[in-house]
């Protein structure tokens, strides 16, 4: 039984880790000649109608109510319009691996908004990670900083779009705590979800940047693919499932090996030259999150 528990986790947990690990290399080919708010909103529409088709295939019924569709439209923007423009603008910036180790830090602002709004303590080994993971960070950001190839003030821009990312995606975390979500399945809250961000998307997009536009590039078409299949219709059941089966706090020690797989993919791929100030700053913080994480799974 054991083994068979093991060998039901392992497979998912190798996926998830690895494909996540990849999106951030796509996402910098997704915002070269196309802008980045279309090539998001391409992304969310292609993966919201194949998780619509993957509900139906399961048998999960679409329709959630109107208040259901009013949580999934929250989620939604959180989620898959202000989180992912944020991300896909920092990568404008900085290199997809340093983008991946700030959004390794989740955690952090996940407990702490969990604890602003349903009390869930934080204990101090937890804190104590944290604050070793954000000296990491900042320690890779002095690197950038210093190394980088954009004017420094960028490079500053880049931080604050991750940042503000990092946020938006936290918010919505914290937003599958509440009751409603507990009560919705979940993979036809995430069709809606993506629809309505979608939606919005090419909304913001065709306002900020005008009508749409698309790379013809089989590179571009590929990329849009991966990201919206592999990278979220995939990925996230599979997500699921781990936390079913491994608990959250397990299931998250994804978010300790995602960023240093992306990271080896941006020295390959990016030409990321690492320095001494980076290579501790990439030790602490995935130390510190580690540490971060095991406290929050005991």
């Not at 009013?70 to 898959?80: K, P």
């Not at 691996?97 to 349903?118: C, E, K, R």
């Not at 993971?133 to 690197?143: D, E, K, N, Q």
């Not at 946020?167 to 036809?188: C, F, H, K, Y």
Request: with cysteine; proline share 4%; glycine share 10%.
């Amino acid at each position: 039984m054991a083994e068979d528990r093991r060998g039901g986790v392992a497979l998912p947990f190798i996926l998830v880790t690895l494909i996540w690990s990849s999106t951030w290399i796509v996402i910098r080919d997704q915002i070269g000649s196309v802008p980045a708010s279309w090539s998001v909103c391409y992304r969310f529409l292609l993966a919201g109608v194949a998780m619509a088709a993957f509900a139906k295939w399961r048998g999960v019924p679409l329709w959630i109510g109107w208040r259901g569709l009013a949580y999934a439209a929250l989620l939604g923007v959180a989620q898959f319009v202000l989180n992912f423009n944020f991300v896909y603008r920092a990568e404008y910036y900085l290199t997809s691996g340093v983008v991946a180790v700030v959004y390794a830090m989740l955690l952090i602002p996940n407990s702490i908004l969990a604890f602003l709004i349903f009390r869930q303590p934080v204990g101090r080994a937890f804190i104590g990670g944290s604050v070793v993971a954000v000296t990491g960070i900042v320690l890779m950001l002095g690197h950038e900083y210093h190394a980088a190839t954009v004017r420094p003030d960028m490079v500053l821009l880049g931080a604050a779009f991750s940042f503000a990312g990092l946020m938006s995606a936290s918010t919505a975390n914290v937003m599958q705590g509440m009751e409603i979500a507990r009560r919705l399945p979940m993979v036809a809250v995430l069709a809606w979800a993506m629809l309505i961000g979608a939606g919005v998307d090419a909304l913001f997009a065709w306002v900020t940047v005008g009508p749409p536009t698309f790379d013809p590039r089989l590179g571009y078409i590929l990329g849009v693919g991966w990201l919206g299949l592999a990278g979220s219709v995939v990925t996230f059941p599979l997500y699921f499932t781990l936390i079913q089966r491994m608990g959250a706090g397990r299931a998250a020690y994804t978010s300790v090996l995602i960023p240093v797989i992306a990271m080896l993919i941006s020295t390959m791929a990016e030409g990321y030259r690492w320095s001494a100030l980076a290579m501790i700053g990439a030790v602490l913080a995935v130390a510190g999150m580690a540490i971060a994480l095991r406290s929050k799974a005991a």
